[in-house]
């Protein structure tokens, strides 16, 4: 593969722990405010996942407004807050990112996108809904050491770990025509600043 198809291949991979979430609140589900949410979600891809996930074909490209960098050969992802209402501390809510993921198995050509990135508190997990879809599917899970804090308004969520959700694995294995994604596959870690609208 070019330098060049490394480089987005990686860029993609990093996007994939970060997310991706539930989107689709209803207008009269969400209050009204004349200040939108702010805030981020930050994937920092694990380097070990992402060469094992380069050699077996996969990339993963964030899409914008979502952003990636690599530096030092460590790549992170950058997702911001868009929406949604949440109460992190209270396990509430939901946080919704702008962007998507583009998902790629270079051995066969087959593409899978999904939209509507979002982190759903109570259910814990960065959902996302794919192209043809309506329903969200979970993709991530934020585990190992976490840490959940609040300053002033703005709330915040770390994870040494971030996960593969089961049924993200399945979807992906299915729709990418693979067997690489196994629920539980540690991607990299996860940090989420969330500041409400008002």
Do not use: H
Not at 101 to 118: C, D, I, M, Y
């Amino acid at each position: 593969m070019a330098r060049t198809g490394v480089r987005l291949a990686a860029t993609g991979i990093a996007v994939v722990l970060a997310i991706t979430g539930f989107s689709g609140v209803a207008a009269a589900d969400t209050p009204a405010t004349t200040t939108a949410p702010t805030g981020s979600a930050v994937v920092t891809v694990d380097q070990q996942f992402l060469a094992k996930t380069l050699l077996g074909g996969i990339a993963v490209v964030p899409l914008t407004p979502a952003t990636a960098d690599v530096t030092n050969n460590v790549v992170t992802s950058t997702f911001p807050v868009t929406g949604g209402v949440a109460n992190i501390p209270s396990f509430s809510g939901q946080v919704q990112l702008g962007g998507g993921l583009l998902f790629v198995n270079l051995n066969n050509g087959k593409t899978v996108t999904f939209k509507q990135l979002g982190f759903k508190v109570r259910d814990w997990n960065v959902s996302a809904v794919p192209n043809g879809g309506t329903a969200p599917v979970a993709l991530l899970d934020p585990l190992g050491d976490t840490q959940i804090g609040r300053t002033g308004t703005t709330q915040s969520l770390s994870a040494s770990s971030l996960q593969l959700d089961p049924a993200g694995a399945q979807y992906l294995d299915s729709a990418l025509g693979t067997t690489y994604f196994t629920g539980g596959q540690s991607l990299g870690s996860f940090a989420l600043t969330y500041t409400p609208g008002s």
